[in-house]
Nanobody
Framework: QVQLVESGGGLVQAGGSLRLSCVASGRSISTYAMGWFRQVSGKERESVAR????????LYADSVKGRFIISRDNIKNTVYLQMNSLEPEDTAVYYC????????????WGQGTQVTVSS
């Protein structure tokens, strides 16, 4: 029932920063664990960052630790992914998703936003 819309992707040079936003509607994100995932053509989808519904637990892929930060604003019903020190390897389509628990399957997905990092 929850609907998700991502924005904020674009083209950036290596070393630059972007902030992705995911606006939810239909239900409050306080009900859900939220996550950011990315996918490159020919490769399987990768979990980038996840946060439990209460915001107590956060999980990051090793490749982005220290560079990316996931956060949520329950009043705005929005989840963010701050991406710093971007690398060409970060180039992918990034998806916002919602699930029941932080370690469970994510059942609701946004349409994705393209992030391209040039060297």
């Amino acid at each position: 029932q929850v609907q998700l819309v991502e924005s904020g992707g674009g083209l950036v040079q290596a070393g630059g920063s972007l902030r992705l936003s995911c606006v939810a509607s239909g239900r409050s994100i306080s009900t859900y664990a939220m996550g950011w995932f990315r996918q490159v053509s020919g490769k399987e989808r990768e979990s980038v960052a996840r946060m439990s519904s209460a915001g107590v637990t956060t999980l990051y892929a090793d490749s982005v630790k220290g560079r990316f930060i996931i956060s949520r604003d329950n009043i705005k019903n929005t989840v963010y992914l701050q991406m710093n020190s971007l690398e060409p390897e970060d180039t992918a389509v990034y998806y916002c998703a919602a699930g029941k628990l932080v370690h469970s399957n994510y059942d609701h997905w946004g349409q994705g936003t393209q992030v391209t990092v040039s060297s």
